[in-house]
């Protein structure tokens, strides 16, 4: 296990597991977000993530379920995502452990073929989970959005005295539309399943506060960190992959370096061809003929 922090942020290069268990003090986090491996058999840097069996997978699951609840302040709240079908298991353990608020959808669209002798997956679903129904964070007018019915087609709700045109402004629903984060966006690191800037924003802002601590077990490319630093907050970042964590520390700007190796974000294919296509051509002289190249150290 390997710590590295800066200020409010800390990285923790290590198991889930033994993190949590060890180093993150009971009742401490404001908000949990986790949003683990989902026994899919994706590749994470080379490594399956696929158990023996789905039992496995669902006792592991359970621990660590049970140390966030543990961890989380009595005010605290937690999100928790997982794959399809494995999501009824963690909806009715945690029934007896945790007060569910929400199923959420996180919808988005795909211009790929999903599937084509059954119905492609177009979502993944998300707990809202709190300690104390009567006692916990929840900032609804920093995560409005539009009301379309009121702010487009100003239709008059009648039942009000005076009759006034319905509200251009709402509380989401539990079916959000964010798009997968593409190899061309900006925010672009080189994982697998990398969650958008834009669903951490919603969950961070409606359930934390400035100065409250945000943990995330299971890191990635440390977008929760990030969008939590962002929007001043503290976070604990727990990461297993030497590979990932660079990106942490990269991203949170807690070191430039690591191992020896200088942080610095993953060039893309296209800007590689965006760079050539853009610098321009210097003319040498070599050997009594002149030619021209766009390295200036090697003509």
Known sequence: ???????????????????????IADSSIDLIFADPPYNIGKSFNGYKEKWQSDEEYL?????????????????????????????????????????ILSRIVWFYDSSGVQAKKYYGSLYEPILFCVKDTENYTFNADDVLVEAKTGAKRKLIDYRKNPPQVYNSAKIPGNVWEFPRVRYRMKEYENHPTQKPITLLERIIKAS?????????????TFTTSFVAKQL??????????????????????????????????????????????????????TSGAYIYSRDKANP
């Open 59 to 99: 006792k592991w699951c359970y621990k660590w379920l049970d140390l966030c609840i543990k961890k989380l302040k009595p005010s605290g709240s937690f999100y928790v995502m997982t794959a399809t079908q494995f999501m009824p298991f963690f909806d009715i353990y945690l029934r007896s452990r945790i007060n």
């Open 232 to 285: 001043n907050r503290k976070s604990i970042g727990i990461e297993l992959q030497d590979e990932y964590v660079k990106i942490g520390l990269r991203r949170l700007k807690i070191q430039e370096e690591f191992k020896g190796e200088k942080l610095e974000r993953e060039i893309r294919t296209f800007e590689i061809n965006k760079k050539q296509e853009v610098e321009p051509l210097t003319l040498f002289e």
């Open 208 to 220: 934390s506060n400035e100065n409250d601590l945000v943990l995330d077990p299971f890191s990635g």
């Open 1 to 23: 296990m390997e710590i590295f922090e800066n200020g409010s942020h800390k990285i923790f290069l290590g198991d889930a597991i033994e993190v949590l268990e060890s180093q």
